[in-house]
């Protein structure tokens, strides 16, 4: 038993000394050689196989990151947008302010109460504005209301605590005493349910021109003298007609409204009288 492990033993290790001989003296070159020829087709084409592969997880990751980039820049763009949106807001409030304060300076005598709309009439039957002014801020009913840059918006015509409502010049049961002023020709100036404006009672001989400006006249006391309405757009003059209708656009958009300011040194009339 000893002898044959002993006897193994000696071949395993000569056949070791002679493979580490080989391989010193290549030997085995031809051998690896026919072997690496046989195996290179196939190490390339599995080569080949696998660069689609791997281009694709290249691709994934690319994908992955450019993702993550955009989502990045869009997050950047909205807080840019958003940024620069409060900014032109903060423009158009300081642009108001200053309106209201050149008013204001060119008008010493006179006391305004500024108030933003927050609501307007939903149906066509009135032409009415909410705002967040009320009694608690010194409105009181039938005072006028004006644009920012002066010219005329309504009157207010209800009241509670916090609120108003307005009715605007357009509304159909409007009805202002009104003069052109460069002929100085007076008439009433009414809206309608279309949201027009029409100067009624005008003598059909009297000096009304497309452009004219449509002043308040302040007859009747309901309204002070001087207000700009709008402007004269057109003007119709029928035959065997005692008066011309002269249709009036507001320079005011009365749509668009956001801030307004409540006169209110001023008090009608009808409403002062006890």
Do not use: C
Not at 116 to 129: G, K, L, S, Y
């Amino acid at each position: 038993m000893h002898v044959r492990t002993r006897t193994w033993l000696s071949v395993v290790v000569l056949a070791s000394l002679l493979f580490i001989a080989a391989s010193r003296l290549a030997i085995f070159d031809p051998l690896e050689n026919a072997v690496l020829s046989v195996a290179a087709p196939i190490e390339s084409a599995l080569r080949g196989a696998s660069r689609p592969v791997a281009d694709f997880v290249n691709n994934l990751t690319d994908i992955n990151r450019l993702s993550d980039e955009n989502q990045s820049l869009r997050e950047e763009n909205e807080r840019l947008t958003a940024e620069a949106a409060r900014l032109r807001e903060t423009e158009r409030e300081l642009q108001q302010l200053e309106q209201l304060l050149n008013l204001r300076g060119g008008r010493p005598e006179d006391r305004f109460v500024a108030a933003h709309v927050f609501a307007r009439e939903p149906n066509n039957q009135q032409d009415m504005i909410a705002i967040d002014r009320g009694r608690a801020d010194g409105l009181e009913e039938d005072m006028i209301v004006l644009t920012q840059q002066g010219s005329l918006v309504g009157t207010v015509s209800r009241v509670l605590d916090d609120v108003a409502w307005v009715t605007l010049i357009t509304d159909s049961s409007s009805a202002v005493s009104a003069a052109i002023q460069a002929s100085r020709v007076q008439g009433v100036v009414v809206g309608s349910t279309d949201g027009t404006l029409t100067m009624e009672f005008v003598e059909e001989t009297a000096d009304v021109k497309e452009g004219d400006l449509v002043l308040t006249s302040g007859i009747g006391g309901s309204y002070p003298p001087g207000e700009l309405i709008g402007q004269v757009v057109e003007v119709d003059r029928a035959a065997q007609e005692l008066f011309q209708a002269v249709h009036v656009q507001p320079l005011a958009d009365l749509s668009r409204l956001e801030t307004v300011l409540v006169l209110t040194s001023f008090l009608p009339l009808a409403a002062g009288q006890p």
